[in-house]
């Protein structure tokens, strides 16, 4: 079935560094992929998707795009503050069964040091 | 505001008592979900609904019970049978089942067993 596999934690990094959270994907279709964040003690929260090959989606200086051709959807940023400190999640949605479910991955924590 | 809330916050309960969590969506949304995440760990699917009056089991069904009865509202009732209930429970919806929709999310439950 699909899948998704994103790099292991915990990343820590100081203040102003460059952020890259690796995600990789296995679908048979042609899924939506999503990156979730979430902060202490709360719900997730979406940060951006893409929605097909070579999309790019953005939001608060995060960036992945959509790569068919390597299946990955690296999410990015090229200065990294305190307050992202959080667990990010990759995610796809699974258009193989009727329930179009959202699959996600096991998580990424990512601390910041100032 | 628009959103899905969870309640209450946090939860205790003694061993071999059923307990019941809420979660409510004003949101319109048709698709309602529950995940379970453990510390460190991703999302386990325990049920979704479709629909009112439907609902199908996920990956960790066993020892827990939903009921649709209205689209706004989706409770979860973890029974004594859950061997491990201490966790974070998420309750989701999703407006409609096209690839491109994202989940929505709630604050999450925190379960203690004592």
């Known amino acids: 079935g699909d899948s998704v596999t994103q790099m292991e934690g915990p990343v820590t990094l100081s203040e102003e560094a460059f952020l890259t959270i690796n995600c990789t994907y296995t679908?048979?279709?042609?899924?939506?992929l999503f990156w979730y964040v979430q902060y202490p003690g709360e719900g997730l929260q979406l940060l951006l998707k893409?929605?097909?090959?070579?999309d790019k989606g953005s939001n608060k200086g995060f960036e992945a795009t959509y790569r068919k051709e390597t299946t990955s959807f690296h999410l990015e940023k090229g200065s990294v503050q305190v307050s992202d400190s959080a667990v990010y999640f990759c995610?796809?949605?699974?258009?193989?069964?009727?329930?179009?479910?959202?699959?996600f991955g096991s998580g990424t924590r990512l601390s910041i040091r100032p | 505001d628009g959103g899905i809330t969870q309640s209450p916050k946090y939860l205790f309960r003694k061993e071999g008592q059923n307990v019941t969590l809420s979660c409510e969506q004003n949101?319109?949304?048709?698709?309602m979900y529950w995940y379970r995440q453990d510390p460190g760990q991703g999302l386990r699917l325990i049920y979704y609904?479709?629909?009112?009056?439907?609902?199908q089991k996920g990956d960790i069904a066993e020892g827990y019970s939903v009921s649709r009865e209205k689209k706004e509202s989706f409770p979860l009732t973890v029974t004594s049978a859950q061997k491990n209930p201490t966790a974070f429970y998420l309750c989701?919806?999703?407006?409609?089942?096209?690839?491109?929709?994202?989940?929505?999310f709630g604050p999450g439950t925190r379960l203690t067993v004592l």
């Open positions: 989701a919806s999703r407006s409609g089942l096209a690839l491109m929709d994202e989940q929505f």
């Open positions: 679908a048979t279709g042609y899924p939506s």
């Open positions: 995610a796809l949605s699974d258009g193989t069964s009727s329930a179009s479910k959202i699959i």
């Open positions: 893409a929605t097909k090959a070579d």
């Open positions: 609904s479709q629909i009112v009056n439907d609902f």
């Open positions: 949101l319109n949304h048709d698709a």
